[in-house]
Structures are given as structure tokens and as C-alpha cells.
DNA sequence: TGTGAAATCTGCCAAGA
DNA sequence: TCTTGGCAGATTTCACA
């Protein structure tokens, strides 16, 4: 039992399931559709959790009703020489940065922002993001609707 | 009482701030550091569902364990007279994809894929995505490490 | 908006088949 | 790995300040 591949039954399945489309579904509701006791379910959980298949749970928040409603993608050129780490730091500070990735093909990082409007995101890449050293180019993507968004399936 | 912005006091922030850090947070527990009753916060998560703010509540799912190690961002151009609808619908079929979104700029539709491995992504772009009709070309961005992964602060 | 109290439901542990 | 039993604590509602 020192490596294990983690095999779900439909038990788990189901758990997992029920908490991926609601966090604060009750443990012992989630036992009467599967029909085994709350405590099994219980047991299960804390399994999963060991395994670090379930890396947490959020409540989700609703960005378009804080007035945020641009959504991009922002593809960065560093200079040669630039430290990322440096880069990757200055944009932790930016909060409207949500994803940050260090990327193989065209571009050396990949954002993801969330902005009030496009001229909150012209603002954001003129002043905040093409000013940090190292950066020498951008190129965006805006997203003008949302069609999916969803974790991978079980 | 038709249209309102929604203000935040400084108890609707730590509530929103302890359940978006781990969704089931004990309501009690969340009075007792706030210092007001249960049902006091009770009151607000309502106030605060009903106001759409927050859109629902999940556990996160660590793709790894899964085996899923390869994240991509891909730009898709299609042929002008692609209905984009009927785009969607084929990639809403695809369970690697998890994001999708109409774009302005070089692409007409952007996804996010999620794959096993570099030769998963492969397979499913020449297999499943290019075959889809009125798809021209793809582009791909590969995500080396996430280094950056948020919601919006409140 | 807040509180306190009451009724009900949950979370979680232990012991055992 | 399941079940039962049980208690502490959580959720939810309500009348009232």
C-alpha cells in the first residue's frame, strides 16, 4: 500500500458528485440517495481526502454582480534573461490576475484577468502589466461570453 | 427596492472570506469569530443568495490524482459562415473540455483542455476538435506550471 | 438587523459484525 | 467496509427587541 492508483466505485462517484455540484450538500442526504449509513459516507470522505483527489471546497462567487464583467487572456514575451519568478510575483499583486501559467509555444505566461470593463483592462495592461520589468510584449484575448465552465468529470 | 448595488459591510466580507476559503465552514463558527449570533449570519448568506452574489458552492477536484497533468489553452478559427452554436454543442461533448468562450481578436472560440498527457492533447485536437466542421485551424498554448489560481478578492 | 430559545438534523466517533 | 448508537454541535425558524 506504499503507491496506490485510486479506484472510485459508483459509492464514490456519487459522493464526489453530489459535493462538486454543491459543497454543503449534508453527508447524511448524500447517504439516503446511496443508500449506505451517513457514517460510511463519512469514512469514504476522509479517504478521499487522504488521497488528495478533493483539494478543498469553495463557495463561488457571482463576478458580474461586482460590476466585473471582462474577462481575458493575456499572453506575455519576457526578455531573454528575465528571472519569471520576479514576474510571476509582481503579478500576484495584480488582484484581478486569476490565473498565471508558464507556457511552451508563442508566449513565455499566460494570464487570466477579470476586469470591470475593457477600459478597466486597457488601464490594467498599460499601467500595471507592460510596466514590470522584463515584459516586453502582450497579446490578448477577450472573452466576449462564457459558453463552459466545469471541472473534470468523474 | 427594484435595482441596488449590493454594499458589503465588513461581516458580509469575513463570511464571504471564510466560505470561499472552505465552503463548509460551520455557520456557528463563523458567528463566533465575527461575534454575532448563528442565525444573524444565517440572515446575511440568505440575503446574500438571494442577491446572486454567490452562484453556488463546490469541492475542487485535483486532476493529478487523476492522472491529468496536461493543461492547455487553444484559439480556434472557423470558416465565416460557421453557425458557432452548433460548434459549442460538439465541444460541450468533449469532457476535456472545460472552458469555452466567443473571443474577439485572432480567434473566433477559446477553450481550455484538460488531458492526461502531451499526447492526449494531441490526439484530441487532430481526432475530436479539428474533425468538427466549420473548424479551420487551432492553435495551442501549453500550460507548463500553474503558478496562479483565484477568484476575484472581495 | 439584531438576539435567544426550541426543534430538528448533522457530523463524527467508537465498537462490533 | 459496512452498521448501529449516541452525543455534541450545527442548521433553521420564529417571536421579539
Do not use: W
Request: proline share 3%.
Amino acid at each position: 500500500m506504499k503507491s496506490k492508483t485510486i479506484i472510485l466505485d459508483g459509492i464514490d462517484k456519487k459522493i464526489l458528485k453530489a459535493l462538486t455540484a454543491d459543497a454543503r450538500t449534508p453527508i447524511l442526504e448524500i447517504a439516503r440517495n446511496v443508500g449506505i449509513s451517513g457514517a460510511a459516507i463519512h469514512q469514504r470522505l476522509r479517504k478521499l481526502e487522504k488521497s488528495k483527489l478533493i483539494s478543498g471546497s469553495k463557495f463561488i462567487l457571482n463576478p458580474k454582480v461586482f460590476g466585473y464583467n471582462t474577462l481575458a487572456f493575456v499572453g506575455i514575451y519576457l526578455e531573454h534573461a528575465t528571472n519569471s519568478e520576479t514576474i510571476v510575483k509582481a503579478l500576484k499583486r495584480i488582484p484581478e490576475v486569476l490565473e498565471c501559467h508558464y507556457t511552451t509555444g508563442h508566449y513565455n505566461i499566460f494570464i487570466k484577468l477579470l476586469c470591470i470593463d475593457n477600459a478597466h483592462l486597457m488601464h490594467l495592461l498599460n499601467t500595471k502589466i507592460q510596466t514590470i520589468p522584463g515584459i516586453i510584449r502582450t497579446e490578448s484575448v477577450i472573452s466576449l461570453d462564457q459558453q463552459i465552465d466545469r471541472q473534470i468529470q468523474i
